[in-house]
Structure formats: C-alpha cells, structure tokens
Nanobody, 124 residues
Framework: QVQLVESGGGLVQAGGSLRLSCVAS????????MGWFRQAPGKEREFLGG????????YYADSVKGRFTISRDNAKNTVYLQMNSLKPEDTTVYYC?????????????????WGQGTQVTVSS
C-alpha cells in the first residue's frame, strides 16, 4: 500500500503559477502510474493528466493541455504538477493518485490510492 501527501497549494493571482508536489511513502512510487485530478464542490472528480512509471510518457486532459505539466522524480518518490497561466476557474482542491494499471487512465476508479488533496485558489 502507498500513502500519498500533496503540498504546494495556496493563493495565487490569475496568470500566475504554482507547483504541486505529491510525496509517496510505504511503497516505491515507480511501481505506479500517477495521475492528477481536481474536484470542485458538487462536481465530479476531473482528470487533469497522468504520467507513466518511468516518466517517459504523459497524457493531459484538453482543459489543461499546454498550461499544466506533470513530471516525476522516482528517486525522491515524488510527482509534480506544474500549473502555469492559472485562471480563477482553476480554483478547487487538487489530488494526486496512484494506479497499478498498465496505461494512463482518465477515470478515478482506475486509481487505488489517493492523497488528501491540496487547495488551490486563483484570484482575479
């Protein structure tokens, strides 16, 4: 079993940037495909993107493609979400998740392990 802890959220002005981190413990992160999601109150959890075990492949949702970048450092058991050109509509809680599947999947149920989330607030 793997435990995930996100950090790096906070308040930023529109157009600004934030980098979220997700640190894993319990098991080696390189065993998992990693995904980033976000969820606004009353809405379904939204897939943002994912990264393969080696970090050699990524896949992004159209809503964030070109603005968000996912990377990982398996030696540090950490996955990152770099968010640029942030908009007020990006305001919500962001989650990292780990999947044992063989490919990046956009659906939450493919991910067995989740962090507690970190709040991102973008002011206009």
């Amino acid at each position: 079993q793997v435990q995930l802890v996100e950090s790096g959220g906070g308040l930023v002005q529109a157009g600004g940037s934030l980098r979220l981190s997700c640190v894993a413990s319990g098991r080696t992160l390189s065993n998992y495909i990693m995904g980033w999601f976000r969820q606004a109150p009353g809405k379904e959890r939204e897939f943002l993107g994912g990264i393969t075990r080696s970090g050699g492949g990524t896949y992004y949702a159209d809503s964030v493609k070109g603005r968000f970048t996912i990377s990982r450092d398996n030696a540090k058991n950490t996955v990152y979400l770099q968010m640029n050109s942030l908009k007020p509509e990006d305001t919500t809680v962001y989650y990292c998740a780990a999947s044992s599947r063989v490919a990046i999947k956009p659906t939450p149920y493919e991910y067995a392990y989740w962090g507690q989330g970190t709040q991102v607030t973008v002011s206009s």
